[in-house]
């Protein structure tokens, strides 16, 4: 089974600063058909989790641009801009098709 | 607008039963993979079972086979899980999910589990 696991699990970060979390695989993403399914989650407090990213780097509708997804294989990257009040939350990514999520990273504000 | 609305959670005792239902809308049901995800008090997130478009094919975590069945209802646009022999580690937040291109797009609210005697 392929397991997921990320760094830091803690990240305090100062508002309009970069954020950065990392997610990595036991083994290679790349699927048979060539795509890398890895999605990004946002879980806000108390809240649903809410999709960022899915294959690496396609961010969904609505979501604001300073959020961006990066790697391949088995290293994969979020990336946030500048952070902003509303992005405090548990971060997860999640690898397709076998639905495994890393164990979260938990994102709060200095 | 896609909606997701489970329900059916409660307090249930260990080796009881349950039933969780999803109600979907704002999108073709029929031709959609489906899935249940939960969630442990204060922990992460775990895939829980999966079918396709027409329930034909199912697909559970380890932990949840034999005792869990996921299946769904095209014609009333719904999602179910009934879950039999339950133990305290079942206690969970039960997320439906569409899944979509080996993800998943859409989560509804949540209905909360909670198995105790």
């Known amino acids: 089974d392929v397991v997921m696991t990320q760094s830091p699990l803690s990240l305090p970060v100062t508002l309009g600063q970069p954020a950065s979390i990392s997610c990595r695989s036991s083994?290679?993403?790349?699927?048979?058909?060539?795509?890398?399914?890895l999605s990004w989650f946002q879980q806000r407090p108390g809240q649903s989790p809410r999709r960022l990213i899915y294959?690496?780097?396609n961010r969904d509708s609505g979501v604001p641009d300073r959020f961006s997804g990066s790697g391949s294989g088995t290293d994969f990257t979020l990336k946030i801009s500048r952070v902003e009040a509303e992005d405090v939350g548990v971060y997860y990514c999640?690898?397709?098709?076998?639905?495994?999520f890393g164990p979260g990273t938990k994102v709060d504000i200095k | 607008e896609v909606q997701l609305v489970e329900s059916g959670g409660g307090l249930v005792q260990p080796g009881g039963s349950l039933r969780l239902s999803c109600a979907a809308s704002?999108?073709?049901?029929?031709?959609?993979?489906m899935a249940w995800v939960r969630q442990a008090p204060g922990k992460g997130l775990e895939w829980v079972a999966k079918?396709?478009?027409?329930?034909?094919?199912?697909y559970y975590v380890d932990s949840v086979k034999g005792r869990f069945t996921i299946s769904r209802d095209n014609a009333k646009n719904s999602l179910y899980l009934q879950m039999n022999s339950l133990r305290a580690e079942d206690t969970a937040v039960y997320y439906c999910?569409?899944?979509?291109?080996?993800?998943?797009?859409?989560w509804g609210q949540g209905t909360l589990v909670t198995v105790s005697s």
């Open positions: 999910a569409r899944d979509v291109d080996r993800s998943f797009d859409y």
């Open positions: 704002g999108f073709t049901f029929s031709s959609n993979w």
């Open positions: 079918l396709n478009e027409d329930g034909s094919e199912k």
């Open positions: 083994q290679s993403l790349v699927y048979s058909d060539g795509n890398t399914y």
């Open positions: 294959k690496v780097s």
């Open positions: 999640m690898q397709g098709p076998g639905f495994t």
